[in-house]
């Protein structure tokens, strides 16, 4: 079974700093992992999608890695503002499924206060 | 634009009443879900479709129905047999092919309270 697991749970940090948010995933046997961003009340939004032969995506002010033998993956933001502020999920999709399911962990919650 | 729309965002329901959500999309997508959210927990997969007239459980199917007629409308039945539908429900959907590398893009969900 796939366990994903973020940390922090919620981080509040003043605009202008980088951050990094943490993803762990206890089987290395996936296809990609993905990153969403979810604002109150919302969907989410897809950021970035890191494939299990690529180590690193970025867009923007986005970079995330991956490390699927260690099965980790980081999110950092660069130069953070108060627009960022939201839950960020982590995703993975496991090898073997039949269909292209994700496993989720429960998220960070930033706040970038300004 | 292309995306996903569900609707209503809320519904209130009295408890042993079914209820229907629904979700269309415009992307063309092959493979719609449907996930369930609740405060402090992860996502989690309720029923999955990959084709029209066909779909399968996901982890928390019980209490649920779906169906699949048309490839833009995957819309989910909450009946009076789930325990506690209570919940944020999200629509999503993506392409399918054999790279297993297309993004899921969500709709912006149905909040379920029933008392």
């Known amino acids: 079974k796939q366990e994903v697991t973020q940390i922090p749970a919620a981080l509040s940090v003043p605009e202008g700093e980088n951050l990094v948010l943490n993803c762990s995933f206890t089987d290395s046997a996936i296809y990609n992992l993905q990153w969403f961003r979810q604002d109150p009340g919302k969907g989410l939004t897809s950021l970035l999608l890191?494939?299990?032969?690529?180590r690193e995506q970025t867009s923007g002010r986005l970079n995330a890695s991956l490390d699927k033998s260690s099965g980790r993956s980081t999110l950092y933001i660069a130069a953070s503002q108060p627009g960022d502020s939201a839950t960020y999920l982590c995703a993975v999709m496991r090898r073997g499924s039949t269909l292209g399911r994700l496993y989720f962990g429960r998220g960070t919650q930033l706040t970038v206060w300004p | 634009d292309g995306g996903i729309t569900q609707s209503p965002k809320y519904l209130f329901r009295k408890e042993g009443q079914n209820v229907t959500l629904s979700c269309e999309q415009n992307l063309n997508h092959d493979a719609m879900y449907w996930y369930r959210q609740d405060p402090g927990q992860g996502l989690r997969l309720i029923y999955y479709?990959?084709?029209?007239?066909?779909?399968q459980k996901g982890d928390i199917a019980e209490g649920y129905s779906v169906s699949r007629e048309k490839k833009e409308s995957f819309p989910l039945t909450v009946t009076s047999a789930q325990k506690n539908p209570t919940a944020f429900y999200l629509c999503a959907s993506n392409k399918q092919g054999r790279t297993y590398n297309s993004p899921l893009h969500f709709g912006n969900g149905t909040r379920l309270t029933v008392t």
């Open positions: 890191i494939q299990s032969s690529q």
């Open positions: 479709s990959q084709i029209v007239n066909d779909f």
